[in-house]
C-alpha cells in the first residue's frame, strides 16, 4: 500500500518522510501499542572511550563533540574520567 506521508497518523508521518514507507512499515509492525524512548546519547560509553581512545590528539576536542554528538564539556570530562592520554598527530 503506497501512500503520502499525510496519510499516516502522527508521528508516523514525520517517520514516512524521514526513514520512507518501507522502513516505518516494518517499525510498527515490531513496536506497534508499545511506548518508546530514545536516550539523549546515541553510543555507548565503551564505544566512545575506545573511539576517544583511537582519535583524540590534544587539539580536537570540538571536532570528536561535533562527531560523537556530544558536547565539548562532556567530552573532556570522559577522557578524563577514562584517564585517555593524547595522541600526538
Not at 9 to 17: A, H, L, R
Not at 43 to 58: A, R, V
Request: charged share 30%.
Amino acid at each position: 500500500m503506497k501512500g503520502k506521508a499525510q496519510d499516516y497518523n502522527g508521528i508516523y508521518s514525520d517517520m514516512v518522510e524521514v526513514l520512507g514507507e518501507e522502513m516505518t512499515h516494518k517499525i510498527y509492525q515490531y513496536y506497534r501499542g508499545q511506548q518508546v524512548s530514545f536516550p539523549m546519547r546515541l553510543y555507548s560509553k565503551t564505544y566512545t572511550e575506545k573511539y576517544l581512545k583511537q582519535h583524540y590528539n590534544g587539539k580536537n576536542l570540538r571536532d570528536l563533540a561535533r562527531t560523537l554528538g556530544y558536547s565539548e564539556r562532556w567530552i573532556k570530562q570522559l577522557i578524563d574520567q577514562f584517564g585517555i592520554e593524547s595522541k600526538e598527530t
